[in-house]
């Protein structure tokens, strides 16, 4: 690569940095493509031309955020403890995300759910966001296999199938109870943190060995 592609491609990422702080922290719709040129110090023109749609932009914050889940969850799985041990940090690191009294990321995802088809509308993004899928998906399966070695999961299940559902859909549910509101006499019974703790309960009664 070049030493011009390379300040191109540093100029992108820190382009996606801003543009995915900014969307955290004032909400989506409140932040215009103005306002990630004028933190960025660049023309609009130039916002432009890396990123055309404010959709493609979102799309890169979320895959950036995406990345950095998977990094997190790379550490746990480099610990020395058991498969089992670390789907239940797992669990609880999507749990923790929810304890933003703000709840920005939930609200992030919440608006990203309006913009995730328009990726399909260009090849580039849209192969950027299933590859920042692909990476998150192939660290977890490495569970399946070392939950065999060590005799921590069942195995009369497919792991792999498993567990991708499980933390895929217990990762959605996280962010998706937190928003969620109830009346006063349904407040106390389904709060957030009951709901996902018993949801974690049952996922690891099923997997354990």
């Known amino acids: 690569m070049s030493k011009r592609e390379q300040q191109k491609q540093q100029r992108r990422q820190n382009i996606i940095q801003i543009a995915k702080e900014l969307f955290l922290e004032h909400g989506v719709k409140t932040i215009q493509m103005q306002d990630v040129a004028t933190a960025a110090n660049i023309g609009i023109a130039t916002l432009f031309r890396y990123f055309p749609k404010k959709e493609y932009l979102m799309i890169a914050a979320t895959n950036a955020i995406t990345d950095e889940m998977a990094s997190d969850i790379g550490k746990i799985i480099e610990?020395?403890?058991?498969?089992?041990?670390?789907?239940?940090?797992?669990?609880?690191?999507?749990?923790?995300?929810?304890?933003?009294?703000q709840l920005r990321l939930a609200k992030f995802f919440e608006s990203y759910d309006l913009y995730e088809?328009?990726?399909?509308?260009?090849?580039?993004?849209?192969?950027?966001?299933?590859?920042a899928r692909g990476r998150l998906a192939g660290i977890l399966f490495t569970l399946g296999e070392q939950g065999q070695r060590d005799g921590s999961l069942r195995s009369d299940v497919d792991l792999d199938v498993f567990i991708l559902t499980m933390v895929q859909n217990f990762s959605l549910f996280?962010?998706?109870?937190?928003?969620?509101?109830?009346?006063?006499?349904?407040?106390?019974?389904?709060?957030?943190?009951?709901q996902l703790a018993m949801m974690k309960d049952v996922f690891l009664r099923y997997i354990e060995a």
């Open 117 to 131: 088809k328009i990726a399909e509308e260009s090849p580039e993004q849209y192969a950027e966001y299933l590859s």
């Open 79 to 101: 610990q020395t403890v058991t498969a089992y041990e670390k789907i239940d940090q797992i669990l609880d690191y999507y749990i923790e995300m929810t304890n933003d009294p």
């Open 174 to 194: 996280s962010f998706k109870s937190s928003l969620t509101k109830h009346g006063t006499s349904l407040s106390s019974l389904l709060s957030s943190d009951k």
